[in-house]
């Protein structure tokens, strides 16, 4: 590969804080599903809601802790059932609690997005005419939904944060296999996203899968359990060619936690790397759709059976390691990042990348570490290889939107996902260098 020069630019938003002390926690939940029709986003063909399969919602998570010396550290991560977070929409809800919690930092707030298919957008000239309504009749534009997402999740947020008391957390790592590489991969060179793996041509699957699914579990002062994030690299979109709105699979989800565990938990869920991955089977299909029916479930249901299976397994080891004292750092940074040829920039509009936001937190001894892309696997796995936590999380479609960022590899077989895109290869190793960074500051 050509050495292309990088000028690298951090602007630390936020000196991240050594704060120990007690832990407090909030939780809230919001239902974000449009009252009207919406055109569905992600299909690149234009998709009108019939009805609603299940609700879009909107979960807050509020920390903060209170160190013995009056100092405190803070943050609230919100994950929200649509496709990706636009800065904008991320501006203004911050400039909403600006205004409700004076005792909060809004550049602390972080939004990220499960990357449903099956949701709308933010911005009526994202996709240009693409999905354009302004011709349906009753249809809510896209601008009119970030009215509604800005109101709903600041409301959230604030509820969240004004609900916090003292709590404890503790992590674990469990497994499920939901996440799978969509690339295939052949011997002339080439790569195609969902590919034909019964060609004679066929070589392999092109990249890396990774199964594991990180917990963190939060704890009322009673020790019952409160709220668990559940992180994992796959974007949700499962039945993503529906003609309805729904969550995905992180819908069933909740609904099976909530039925095994308790009805009155919170379900945070994050998207890891996984940018050429999806939930899709490219062989073995027939076998899996058999297993399935066998156990009289759905595919959002099997996957949902594999991702509580998880949660469930390690829960007696999570109560194990409850912590109400620990440590909260956090930092919100910017960094450019140079941009791909103009030749392979995406037709779509993204946010700006000069600069984008990230963030990176330590909590105990795991670790939180957010992008804005649909961010390949690889680059994912280099960054959790060098951290320095026992546990790294890692949160894709995060603050803003970027579009895809794939790897070398990647871009050399071509196809869908990496011949488009407005940072390459070079940009995102200069991404995980500077998360990597980040990170090691954080145990310093």
């Not at 594991?212 to 668990?228: Q, Y």
């Not at 938990?265 to 029916?293: K, V, W």
């Not at 479930?297 to 194990?320: G, N, W």
């Not at 890692?394 to 050399?412: D, N, W």
Request: charged content about 20%; proline content about 5%; some cysteine.
């Amino acid at each position: 590969m050509r050495s292309i020069p990088v000028i690298l630019i951090l602007l630390l938003c936020q000196e991240a804080m050594a704060v120990t002390g007690a832990l407090h926690v909030g939780w809230a939940t919001v239902d974000i599903t449009p009252d009207k029709p919406v055109a569905l986003i992600g299909q690149l063909h234009k998709r009108i809601s019939q009805k609603v399969r299940d609700p879009l919602t909107a979960t807050a998570l509020a920390l903060e802790t209170h160190g013995a010396d009056g100092q405190r550290e803070q943050a609230i991560l919100i994950s929200c059932d649509v496709l990706y977070i636009r800065k904008t929409v991320q501006d203004r809800v911050r400039q909403v609690i600006r205004t409700r919690l004076p005792d909060f930092d809004g550049d602390k707030l972080l939004l990220n997005a499960t990357h449903t298919h099956t949701g709308p957008g933010f911005a009526d000239e994202d996709f240009g005419t693409l999905y354009d309504v302004s011709n349906d009749a009753g249809v809510m534009k896209a601008s009119e939904y970030a009215d509604l997402f800005v109101d709903r999740v600041a409301r959230v947020a604030v509820d969240a944060w004004q609900r916090r008391q003292p709590g404890g957390m503790s992590w674990a790592l469990g497994h499920a296999v939901v996440g799978l590489n969509r690339r295939a991969h052949y011997f002339n060179g080439s790569t195609i996203m969902y590919g034909k793996t019964n060609r004679p041509d066929f070589a392999n699957i092109e990249g890396y899968e990774d199964h594991g699914v990180e917990m963190l579990f939060f704890w009322d002062p009673d020790k019952v359990a409160s709220g668990i994030v559940v992180n994992l690299a796959c974007p949700a979109q499962e039945t993503e060619g529906l003609n309805e709105i729904s969550a995905d699979f992180w819908h069933d989800v909740r609904l099976e936690i909530r039925r095994r565990l308790s009805r009155d938990i919170f379900i945070l869920p994050q998207c890891a790397a996984a940018g050429d991955l999806s939930p899709h089977f490219l062989f073995r299909s027939r076998a899996e759709e058999i297993m399935r029916q066998r156990r009289g479930l759905s595919s959002r249901q099997e996957i949902a059976r594999r991702i509580v299976d998880a949660v469930e397994s390690v829960l007696p080891l999570a109560q194990q390691d409850v912590q109400t004292w620990t440590i909260l750092r956090h930092t919100a940074a910017t960094i450019h990042l140079p941009p791909a040829p103009t030749a392979v920039q995406p037709f779509y509009t993204t946010d700006p990348i000069a600069p984008i936001e990230f963030h990176v937190l330590r909590l105990g001894d795991i670790a939180i570490a957010t992008n804005p892309f649909e961010l390949y696997l690889d680059y994912g796995i280099r960054i959790k290889a060098r951290s320095p936590a026992a546990l790294t999380f890692l949160v894709q479609l995060s603050c803003q939107h970027c579009g895809y960022l794939p790897t070398q590899k990647g871009v050399a077989g071509g196809g869908y996902s990496a011949d488009k895109y407005v940072v390459g290869p070079t940009g995102g190793q200069v991404l995980v260098e500077e998360t990597v960074r980040q990170l090691e500051a954080l145990w310093k």
